[in-house]
């Protein structure tokens, strides 16, 4: 029997970053972990990806401050196509001004900048959690 990664069970992730460096950083990381990405370097390329992957999209991970832009209102847009779909934020703010500012609801998933590889996945095994209960 294979040993590869039954590519069917794995939760994909959209990672949405203007910082190339960062995407890719967290691209890799997260295929390392059993999850399959997509990327996109802004907004529009976001909502591109929603509009056009063939498959299931379980979590999008953005940054707040995209250019043009923020993470929020892009997350808005991304789950109304897409209304099953998870959202986990990341942002050099602390989520209190985040909130304070009016860029994301109180109830948002922020994970703060600089993060560790096991706390971006700690943030989306939580919600993967939270979406399979009912």
Not at 27 to 42: C, I, N, P
């Amino acid at each position: 029997m294979s040993q590869a990664p039954d590519t069917e069970n794995r939760p994909t992730v959209l990672v949405v970053d203007d910082e190339e460096d960062l995407r890719d950083i967290m691209r890799r990381m997260l295929e390392r972990r059993g999850f399959s990405t997509l990327v996109a370097g802004d907004s529009q390329q976001a909502v591109t990806v929603c509009r056009d992957h063939p498959g299931e999209i379980d979590i999008l991970v953005t940054d707040l401050g995209l250019p043009g832009v923020s993470g929020g209102e892009l997350s808005l847009e991304a789950t109304e196509l897409r209304p099953s779909m998870r959202v986990v934020y990341i942002s050099g703010l602390p989520k209190e001004m985040a909130v304070a500012d009016g860029l994301i609801e109180p109830d948002a998933l922020l994970v703060k900048k600089p993060f560790s590889t096991e706390l971006l996945i700690e943030a989306l095994r939580s919600v993967l959690a939270e979406r399979a209960t009912p």
